[in-house]
């Protein structure tokens, strides 16, 4: 069978799959959850047997370190990925919900029900933890899902289908509800996105290149983000004891995730104050300071080695560096920084450090991206940390899903009618 054809067999099978699981109850999807989270603990040697083929195969093949760290599954990783599916079982189901009913001068009453999407196409890289995940949030949400893994976790993807398949079964669900690509060919990602009759909605969740090619040449609906340029304001009304806390936090708890924060903008009110403490401890961390001129003077003249600062060029203001870097600019105040923003982030999470309620509720309103924070670190954009139990990934697209894109976000809504006999006159 050729990619093309096999593409489509999976294509059908989940577009089948799909109108099972949008009637399924919530008993039965908690019961296929909780039976997966059961065949993973079981199957715990396996697994790790299945990684270790891949992580062997992946240092043969030369990859970098950070790549072998992401590809890595330890003992606790499986216990991890099992409490994850017991942890989504836990959850409300959305499905179903109605909302918003209103009666009309017809008689009539009109509300809205929360519905499954259908199909949804998932393409990811190196982690093998994302194929327990995205199984476990689209079945929950009644979507079925075709899960196009990194070629470097192919053992270990597959290892983790046979436990979801497992589970599926053992609820009485269709065991292709959710599918795992069973090759590396990269024409299956090119047939995945070109099949708008089989899937609704196709989510990337990898590097850069993956994800601008999947958004240049899908022609199914794509729920994605590119980049990770986010910013923390420190206002000329911030409380000095918030300062350094929170952009050591945004900055130096981890660099390699999209939620980090890449630019650092401080009213110029303030700079001579809070911005060498702020520089004191980024050079303790082996942080990289791109500044302006009026930001590298400061910085010099509180003593801060000057091999750890360098001149921003206009590219380091747009720039996601995912590496101990990061961009330092000095403005005027408020209006500067939500035009800064405005014009170089990437739209995925902004802060403001300030105790004045009216800047705060400006830079709210004003900044135009999918998390936007007060007095508290970027990297709390994050579907668990927002209560949303888990995520399938970040949104930085504002139609139709914005941020954190949990259940909800896998779910659409319909226009429901209750009359009783009523007739348009």
């Not at 399924?24 to 059961?38: D, G, H, I, V």
């Not at 993807?157 to 292709?176: H, T």
């Not at 590119?226 to 409380?239: K, T």
């Not at 009026?294 to 080695?305: H, K, Q, V």
């Amino acid at each position: 069978m050729d990619i093309n054809t096999y593409m489509l067999t999976l294509g059908k099978q989940a577009r089948a799959a799909s109108r099972q699981l949008a009637a399924a109850s919530t008993e039965a999807k908690n019961t296929a959850l909780l039976a997966m989270a059961s065949e993973i603990r079981k199957r715990a040697a396996s697994l790790l047997e299945a990684n270790a083929r891949d992580l062997n195969a992946a240092r043969e093949a030369g990859l970098d370190a950070a790549m072998i760290d992401r590809l890595t599954l330890t003992a606790k990783g499986v216990e991890a990925i099992a409490t994850g599916l017991e942890q989504v079982a836990a959850l409300p189901d959305p499905v179903g919900e109605i909302t918003d009913v209103k009666r009309r001068p017809s008689g009539i009453q009109v509300g809205k029900m929360r519905v499954p999407l259908g199909v949804i196409g998932i393409i990811y890289e190196a982690r093998p933890n994302v194929t327990a995940d995205a199984a476990a949030l689209c079945l929950k949400s009644g979507n079925a899902a075709i899960l196009r893994g990194g070629k470097e976790a192919l053992h270990c993807n597959q290892a983790i289908a046979d436990c979801v398949r497992a589970g599926l079964k053992a609820a009485g669900l269709p065991e292709r509800a959710v599918q795992v690509v069973d090759t590396t060919d990269r024409a299956a990602v090119g047939a995945l996105i070109t099949m708008p009759e089989f899937v609704d909605v196709i989510v990337p969740r990898g590097g850069k290149g993956l994800i601008e090619r999947i958004s240049r040449e899908a022609r199914v609906p794509v729920i994605k983000h590119l980049d990770g340029n986010c910013h923390v304001y420190v206002d000329d009304e911030a409380d000095p004891a918030k300062i350094v806390p929170i952009v050591e936090n945004a900055k130096t708890q981890r660099y390699g995730t999209c939620n980090t924060t890449e630019s650092l903008l401080v009213s110029r009110t303030v700079a001579d104050l809070c911005l060498p403490a702020i520089g004191q401890m980024l050079a303790s961390k082996g942080v990289e300071m791109r500044g302006c001129a009026e930001s590298l003077a400061l910085l010099r003249d509180a003593g801060i080695d000057n091999d750890k600062l360098v001149a921003a060029t206009e590219q380091d203001w747009s720039e996601e560096y995912l590496a101990p870097i990061i961009a330092i600019r000095i403005v005027d105040g408020l209006d500067e920084a939500i035009e800064h923003i405005n014009t170089y982030s990437s739209g995925h999470t902004e802060a403001i450090i300030t105790e004045n309620y009216t800047s705060a509720m400006r830079f709210l309103r004003e900044v135009d991206s999918a998390s936007v924070m007060i007095n508290a670190s970027t990297r709390f954009a994050d579907g668990f940390e927002y209560g949303l139990g888990a995520e399938i990934g970040i949104s930085t697209d504002k139609i139709h899903a914005r941020g954190p894109v949990g259940l909800e976000g896998l779910t659409s809504q319909k226009w429901i009618v209750f009359g009783n006999g009523e007739i348009r006159r």
